[in-house]
Each structure stands twice: as structure tokens, then as C-alpha cells.
């Protein structure tokens, strides 16, 4: 089967190290990097979202401060790391600009995905300059990442961002083209396998048999982003980085090792909303606010007539009709207090009356399931989703 990108309705790209970084000079290759800015701009003219989750920091901060001992301190790393980002930064910025394409650094720990506001800020940030028409550039925050930075984390990283986003692609380019049945050096007989359905013992086997060097964490790590993200419902491939345009390529020939999820990532979250969280909060609507959920339309505070229940922003409450029986599920957008206080008012007195512009839906179109309608898309083309407005 052939997997490609121009189907894609918004990707995040995972770039290595050793993709962009020469170590030994604190240098970036940037004729690399112009290729890969072409490519992202080919992707963005073609309507498709980018999102780029890059290391690079302190190998190319290394090499600059003249950090070059094979085994550095903690904080010589993060020290590198510090350096390196800012001319990171500088350098996607100059390559992208060309293209006239804006970039913004977004900065995380693995932290900021898993503490809840931390991580509706995070993504509320994304979303917002995907629809600026930016291009998010994020790495971890290295200087304040307590653990000792790992390569590899960043697949990791890529893969929380992917799932944190609803992207329906993660690509992770790197130095391996794919995962093989055995270590293909060492075995002729070694084959790469185009397609993993779900990552099961012998999937894990495959990377672990391997001697150092060529699983050396690496493809145990992508392994496991690769659950993640299928998890998500957004499928990932494997990809050899190393020659320019590597990303055109993927698009072009779809050579790697492609992981493909059962569901699409709004079918995953719908289910997700529909079944795994626990209400916190009733919404009962008025008789119109209930056609237009029929409609498959956003839920706005104009059509909520009562409030019930301690929400945060992001939890999942119950909607029911003027009669009480329960219609739909979904994330809201407020918390308690403030939706009691937007009930029943026009989106656009929102700002007056919190004092700050919130989003015009009390819960989105994207975060609402409508009970008993089949709110499962399998089709992953930018046409078939309704995606984010
Ligand atoms: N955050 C590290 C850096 O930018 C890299 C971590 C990784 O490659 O996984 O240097």
C-alpha cells in the first residue's frame, strides 16, 4: 500500500540531529535545511498544516561553546542547549522566510503535556498560529528539563504534540529509513516492513534484537511514539532524512516504515469524549441550540439555558434538551462559573461580560459528540474532515 502526504490535513515533522547538525563545527547544514523549507512550503501551498518538532539544540550549541567531550555534565548540556536553540531559531526563521512563511518557537516539557491547563495553553498557543498561517517550531525546553536530556525524547515530544493537536500525520525523519525485521547490516535477509497495524512483542522484538548502534534506543523510542501517536489516531512513518528534500520525498514515494492507526484522530476523540469521561457538568439547551446539534453544528452559549454542576475549562459535561434527556457530550470551553455567566448571550458580548475574549462555541463542533449519530469519520482526506475552522 502506499502511503503519501498529500492527503494530510496537518502534520508535524520530527527533525534529528544529525539531520541538521554538525556537531564537530556547532554548524547547521543549511543547505538541508533550504530543502526542507521548500518542501514544507510545497505542503503549505497545497492547504496542509505544518508543525516542526526539532532538535539540533545542543548538538549545534556543542560544537559553538566548544563543549566537544564525548560525555557532557547536565548542565553543560543544557547550557549547550541554550546556545544552540537561538541560533536554531534563527536559522529556521531565515530558511522559511524566504518562503514567506512565518515561524514561531514554542518551547516544552514532556511536563507541559501531561499538567491539564499547561497543556489546553499549549495547544490553545498551536492552534492559534496554525491559523496565523505560522509554522511552530518546538523542541523541549531543555535549560529546565529536569531529567538529563535524552536523545530521543523528541520522538516522544513529536508524538505528544501530534496527539495533543489531532494531527493525522507524524513523520519522523531521521538517520534509519525504517524499521527492519532484523538489523540490516548484520542480516541479508533483513527486510524493512512497510506497514505496522498495531505495535505488538514482535513489532518491540524487531528493534530490541538489534545490537547498539542501530536500536541504540532509537527505534525503541520511535516505537513508542509510534503507540502514541496510533493511539491518537494519527498515523506515523519512519523516514531516512538524510538527503535533501527527504521530506518531498515521503510525499512523493512514501518509502519508510508507516505505522497506520485504526481510527482517524477525530473519530479516536470522539469515541474518546463519547465513552471514557466522566461528566462533570449538565448543559441543558434551549429548542433551538438542539436543532443545530442535530445539524452537527458548535453548541454556543447563546442556545444554553442552564448550567449545572464544578467544571473546568476542558472537561466533559453532558448536554441535554429542554426536557432533560441527555443529547450529546462533549469538552466545554468555559468553566463553570464563566459559562453560568455566558449563558444564554451573543459570542460576541462574551469579551464584555469575562472581560476576556474566549472562543465563540461553549464546546466546538470537534469536541462534541451527538448520541446516536455516527459521529465516526473514517475518511482521513482533507475534504472528508470538517477539521478545525
Ligand atoms: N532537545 C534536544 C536538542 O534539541 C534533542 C533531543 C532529541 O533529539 O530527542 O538538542
Known sequence: MNHRLDDARRVVVKVGSALLADEEKGAIRSPWLDALAQDIAALRARGTEVVLVSSGAVAVGRGHLGLLRPQLRLEEKQAAAACGQIRLAHAYQEALARHDLSVAQVLLTLDDTEERRRYLNARSTIETLLRLGAIPVINENDTVATNEIRYGDNDRLAARVAAMIGADTLVLLSTIDGLYTADPRLDPDAKLVEEVHAVTPEILAMAGKAPPGYSSGGMVTKLEAARAAMGAGCRMVIADGREAHALGAVGADGRGTWFIPAETPRAQRKHWIAASLKPMGVLTVDAGALAALGAGKSLLPAGVA????????????????????????????????????????KSREIEEILGYRGRDEMIHRDDLVVLGQDNGEQDRTRNGATGTP
Open 306 to 345: 442552564r448550567v449545572e454542576g464544578s467544571f473546568d475549562r476542558g472537561d466533559a459535561v453532558r448536554v441535554v434538551g429542554p426536557d432533560g434527556s441527555e443529547i450529546a457530550r462533549g469538552l466545554v470551553a468555559y468553566t463553570a462559573s464563566d459559562a453560568r455567566r455566558i449563558a444564554g448571550h
